[in-house]
């Protein structure tokens, strides 16, 4: 009987049962359940002993290369393994545990970040943008994105309020929450339910930094009246004269007031009169030195070089002109027919910390009226109440994007409200301690310094472009790509790339790194919150791992015209390169001898060690001799064993295991002829 459901296709990709594929569903049911948050690790003491003068130099720069290698790999490993082969696999129930690894973080084409350009859709975001980053102080800051990714899901759910909240967002997207303690937590979008006690966030005030404005000045408070009761003749330049007359008809005495007041500060001249419906009509006389008069805010207001003092004063200023103050002032309602203008007042609104949303009225009263742009603006209103929220699934293709930075928070907007979101967080554990042991950024570009971390990078990346080339945009168009891997060189160049990504990249490189040298600083009393983490980690890497080796041996079995003698010498001479890399990346990080109880060629042992396991058990011949590949370090699993039984995410008690009963490495000897125990198999 033929396989109903083929890797490489052709098949329904949206039929999840029955299942041929059992076992994929199982494990990624159980790493839903493996669910955990770095916040939960206290590292309290690893910022002392960060931070402790009497700390061996050699313990630090082990630290921080290891810590520099892991966020690099993450960033990578998402990057070229995971989007790839969910853009190529085609049964539902092995893209449901891809999409895992993937990390389901990701909002719907239609919503806005908050860039330095304004709301800017999130399809047009580039690691080039300035985007706006909430962090968990209720604070913004100006950052470019780390990474960018984009796919097509067919499950995603909208989340709503009735007058703020608004996103459309994956399953497993994060959604912050403040707890009645004023704890912040994230839950999975896909887990949401109404909950009176929760308060999700809307806003977040600038940080201050030296380059921005802190005050308004006499020529942005004219600016700003002018878009107001403003107008332009066109037919004045100010090419002879050097100024350019600007018109107001001003009726309210408070108008009249502030204006004069402004044009007393700018010192400019200025004629007045009254009108024959008693308006006091002002012409002034620009000069064109100072400023190229405009009624559009984005022609003159620079969002990176916004304060939040700028922004309050802005607000303030324009609710004066083309604003209602509303409740003691406590809320205001600015009123515009130019769309670009009532963006702009929002977004200096989210920046002073305040919620807004813009809503767009239409004036049917006739065909020669513009419908009127209203942005709400609440000074004190910070979140929304949980209990009022409304969860809609959808069930339908839509286009996804991923960004990722620093904070793990963004601030987005979708339907004219603002609020704060989660993003992809490939990197989201190690920035947790990169952050809080104050280790300077700059880590996170070590990887392009040392040639030891360069050239595994570089590895990585020519290991997956033929791949990429292969499958260009077949993606994204929902297009017949596995039309691609007809032949057989194309698929023997995916399984190239899945034991390099599953069994080396992740089971050797990834493997050692988090389960060895920080481990042994652990042992040392050093850096245990960093160890605690790096455990569970692993714990999820031990979940990969099985799921890419059973993948794996399935594609051998539906393809086995893939398997030549000549493959497995490519294999064969990949993994020797590996490990070679591997062993400098040991001595960079030894390079000034070996700490108690780890040296760099125990190191190296260890990693040929598990590199014949990961061979093995897909039936390829080891690489290394019995005797170079050796298990050096015992202890690893105790770090294993650990039972976990917090949960962040407050509805259930988690223990760690893989999808299937998934034997741990070093419980292993030569009688298990090195094989996994996977169910399934």
Same mark, same amino acid.
């Given at each position: ?268 001249? !200025? ?238 490189? !990834? ?121 050096? !370090? ?48």
């Amino acid at each position: 009987m033929s396989n109903p459901k083929p890797l490489l296709g052709p098949c329904d990709s949206y039929q999840l049962e029955p299942f041929v594929y059992p076992w994929s569903w199982e494990m990624s049911r159980a790493q839903e359940n493996n669910t955990w948050a770095p916040e939960e690790i206290q590292v309290a003491g690893d910022v002392a002993d960060y931070k402790d003068p009497t700390l061996d130099p050699k313990h630090k720069h082990l630290f921080e290369a290891v810590m520099a290698q892991l966020t690099t790999f993450d960033i990578e490993r998402g990057d070229d393994a995971a989007e790839t082969l969910l853009s190529i696999m085609q049964p539902a129930e092995i893209r449901h545990y891809l999409k895992r690894l993937v990390w389901d973080e990701c909002v719907a084409k239609g919503t806005e970040v908050l860039t330095q350009h304004g709301w800017t859709p999130v399809e047009a975001i580039s690691c080039n943008t300035l985007v706006a980053q909430w962090w968990s102080d209720k604070t913004l800051s100006w950052t470019h994105p780390t990474k960018i990714s984009v796919s097509v899901r067919e499950s995603s759910v909208v989340i709503s309020t009735k007058d703020t909240l608004h996103q459309h967002v994956t399953l497993g997207h994060r959604v912050p929450y403040w707890t009645d303690t004023g704890e912040l937590l994230v839950k999975e979008a896909g887990r949401l339910t109404p909950n009176a006690h929760a308060k999700h966030p809307l806003c977040g005030s600038m940080r201050s930094s030296p380059v921005q404005k802190t005050t308004l000045s006499c020529v942005e408070k004219f600016l700003i009246a002018l878009q107001a009761d403003g107008s332009l003749p066109n037919r004045y330049t100010g090419e002879r004269c050097g100024t350019v007359p600007a018109v107001f008809s001003l009726k309210k005495q408070r108008k009249q007031d502030r204006f004069e007041s402004i044009l007393e500060e700018c010192n400019w001249y !200025f004629t007045t009169r009254i009108d024959r419906v008693g308006k006091k009509v002002y012409t002034v006389n620009v000069p064109l030195v100072e400023l190229v008069p405009t009624k559009e805010f984005r022609d003159w207001v620079k969002l990176e070089a916004v304060s939040c003092e700028w922004a309050k004063t802005f607000v303030e200023e324009v609710s004066y002109w083309d604003g209602h103050r509303v409740k003691g002032y406590s809320r205001i309602e600015y009123t515009t027919t130019n769309k670009n203008n009532a963006d702009v007042v929002c977004a200096i609104a989210a920046l002073a910390g305040y919620s807004t949303k813009v809503v767009r009225r239409e004036d049917a009263r006739s065909v020669t009226f513009n419908d009127v742009y209203w942005t709400y603006i609440n000074k004190t209103r910070t979140s929304s109440k949980g209990g009022q929220l409304d969860i809609h699934p959808v069930v339908e293709d839509h286009i996804f994007y991923g960004i990722e930075v620093p904070s793990t928070f963004l601030l987005i907007r979708y339907n004219g409200r603002v609020s704060v979101t989660g993003n992809c967080l490939h990197t989201r554990s190690y920035r947790y301690v990169i952050e809080n042991l104050g280790i300077p950024l700059s880590i996170y570009d070590r990887w392009k310094e040392v040639s030891s971390m360069r050239e595994r990078v570089e590895m990585a990346q020519d290991t997956s472009s033929a791949i990429e080339e292969m499958v260009g945009q077949h993606y994204l168009r929902r297009e017949p790509y596995y039309e691609v891997f007809k032949d057989t060189l194309p698929k023997q160049e995916l399984l190239y790339q899945m034991i390099f990504w599953g069994l080396i990249f992740e089971g050797v490189w !990834f493997w050692i790194n988090l389960l060895g040298p920080i481990q042994q600083l652990s042992r040392l009393g050093r850096f245990k919150g960093a160890a605690e983490q790096f455990t569970y980690i692993a714990r999820d890497e031990q979940s990969h791992i099985a799921f890419m080796t059973q993948l794996i041996k399935e594609f051998i079995a539906q393809y086995p015209e893939c398997v030549t003698e000549s493959f497995k010498r490519e294999i064969y001479e990949m993994v020797v390169n590996a490990i070679n890399l591997e062993e400098d990346f040991s001595r960079y990080c030894l390079n000034d001898g070996p700490i108690i109880g780890y040296s760099v060629e125990d190191h190296v042992a260890t990693a040929k060690f598990f590199a014949n396991m990961r061979l093995s058990s897909i039936g390829f011949p080891v690489v290394f001799p019995e005797n170079e590949a050796r298990h050096c !370090f015992p202890w690893m699993s105790e770090q294993m064993e650990l039972r976990k039984e917090k949960n962040f995410f407050e509805t259930r008690v988690t223990e760690y295991k893989t999808g299937g009963a998934l034997l741990f490495d070093d419980s292993l000897d030569e009688d298990d002829d090195w094989h996994l125990n996977i169910s399934g198999d």
